[in-house]
């Protein structure tokens, strides 16, 4: 059973940088299909960028260009690089992995498992 630990949250000013990490315990994530998800108070969790096993990525349109999603099969990590950090990207921060893909990398129904999130605060 694989758990996720997030890392890498904090307060950053506008255009700044984060790197966000979410590390497996254990288990290679490198057969995963891993994403990272984002959610403000009273509003929908909505997906921001997702790796597949193959490699491939995709990224919602608002972050597009600015966020870059990786895999290091080494340390059993899936990263996530912000820049041009925006007020509009503060949100707590979920990564989420599962084995198969059956809806969409943006879909929650896709991932069993959910780390404990790790707040961005963009100012």
């Known amino acids: 059973h694989v758990q996720l630990v997030e890392s890498g949250g904090g307060s950053v000013r506008t255009g700044g940088s984060l790197r966000l990490s979410c590390a497996a315990s254990?288990?290679?994530?490198?057969?995963?299909?891993s994403g990272w998800f984002r959610q403000v108070p009273d509003k929908e969790r909505e997906g921001v960028a997702g790796i597949e096993s193959d490699g491939s990525t995709s990224y919602a349109d608002s972050v597009k260009g600015r966020f870059t999603i990786s895999r290091d099969n080494a340390k059993f990590t899936v990263d996530l690089q912000m820049n041009g950090l925006k007020p509009e990207d503060t949100a707590m921060y979920y990564c989420?992995?599962?084995?198969?893909?059956?809806?969409?990398?943006?879909?929650?129904?896709?991932?069993?498992?959910w780390g404990q999130g790790t707040q961005v605060t963009v100012s």
């Open positions: 254990g288990v290679s994530l490198s057969r995963y299909c």
């Open positions: 989420a992995a599962d084995r198969f893909r059956s809806f969409g990398a943006f879909d929650q129904r896709d991932y069993r498992t």
